[in-house]
């Protein structure tokens, strides 16, 4: 039985803030000195929701949170050597099914994020051509099935907690009718920028399932965790379903040993698993944001002096064509 508020998330949907004027003025950040950086949103519309801003600090326009979302006047600089598709993604097996590693594949299960970060690899990626519903995902199905070395189906996006739990149903319902598939893995953003989206729902499912199920989430700085967050994830900690951390290494927000330490403690804190600190992906409109390899690898190594062995999480970038993601030797 639902609880009254078991699709509170949607309202949250419904309200996320989409004009940048108004974001900084609920940060009580006066607009005016900032309008030279509010035509960025052409390039990549403006998608907050209200619990994420809630955790911005006010008044302070260089907030790490706040600059995560926030549209900026660099996003127009083309830059050489990035990309609109860095990982080479834009070519799938099947309508919005990715087939870049041999036992397991990626499916776009909706298309929408309930939060547009700005440094996003896919935020030029043709949804319109891969938008999801379920004579696509039937063609993804279908993929699947014929392809007996996939034992893990991982659910992406867009973020694939944007769809309704019952439809999540559906479809997991489906993939367990194919013998070979034994994990599901699902990899959102969606629960720490809307805490609510745990649903009671979501967490039967994911127990209930013959499939081993595991959630990956991405957290890329400690104060994207509060109480709320971790409210929400003791429901999927009480039905045994393991949590994993990937974070992106950003500029100006997390690119600096102390916080990165900061937030392994924290996720382990909450329950999560450090998982994987990604490079960034060079996308184009988005170059403001990368940290150099060496300055990535100094940082790494600090981490490693000060962390416990199993809260570091593994130096990777993501080359396309790779059949695996690339470990950085920090040697």
């Known amino acids: 039985m639902q609880s009254c508020d078991e699709n509170s998330w949607q309202k949250d949907l419904r309200d996320v803030v989409t004009d940048p004027e108004k974001l900084l003025s609920l940060l009580n950040i006066t607009p005016d000195e900032y309008l030279k950086h509010f035509t960025a949103r052409k390039l990549f519309p403006v998608r907050v929701p209200l619990p994420f801003i809630k955790r911005m600090k006010k008044g302070d326009f260089s907030d790490p949170l706040l600059q995560q979302v926030m549209p900026l006047a660099k996003e127009f600089v083309v830059t ?31 298309a929408g994020c309930a939060v547009n970060c700005r440094y996003c690899f896919r935020r030029h990626f043709p949804y319109q051509d891969n938008s999801p519903n379920k004579q696509r995902w039937q063609s993804a199905l279908t993929y699947i099935s014929e392809h007996s070395e996939i034992s893990e189906v991982i659910f992406s996006g867009g973020d694939p907690l944007m769809a309704s739990d019952d439809h999540l149903t559906w479809l997991v319902t489906q993939l367990e009718k194919i013998p070979h598939v034994t994990r599901l893995r699902i990899h959102s953003r969606l629960p720490v920028v809307i805490p609510n989206r745990i649903t009671t729902s979501l967490v039967n499912l994911l127990s209930n399932t013959r499939l081993k199920s595991v959630m990956v989430l991405h957290i890329n700085h400690p104060n994207e965790i509060d109480g709320y967050l971790i409210k929400a994830l003791e429901l999927l900690r009480q039905a045994r379903i393991p949590l994993f951390n990937q974070s992106v290494l950003l500029k100006n927000i997390n690119d600096n040993s102390t916080t990165l330490c900061e937030l392994s403690e ?27 390899e060496q300055e990535a690898v100094t940082i790494a190594n600090e981490m490693l002096a000060t962390l416990p062995g199993f809260l570091m999480p593994k130096l990777v970038r993501e080359i396309a064509g790779q059949t695996n993601k690339t470990p950085i030797n920090l040697a």
């Open 266 to 292: 924290q996720l382990f804190d909450a329950g999560i698993q450090p998982y994987y600190l990604h490079l960034f992906d060079p996308v184009q409109g988005a170059a403001h944001f990368d940290v150099t």
């Open 80 to 110: 050489e050597g990035f990309t609109v598709d860095p990982l080479a993604e834009h070519d799938t097996v099947a309508e919005g099914l990715l087939h870049k590693y041999k036992h397991r594949v990626l499916m776009i299960v909706k």
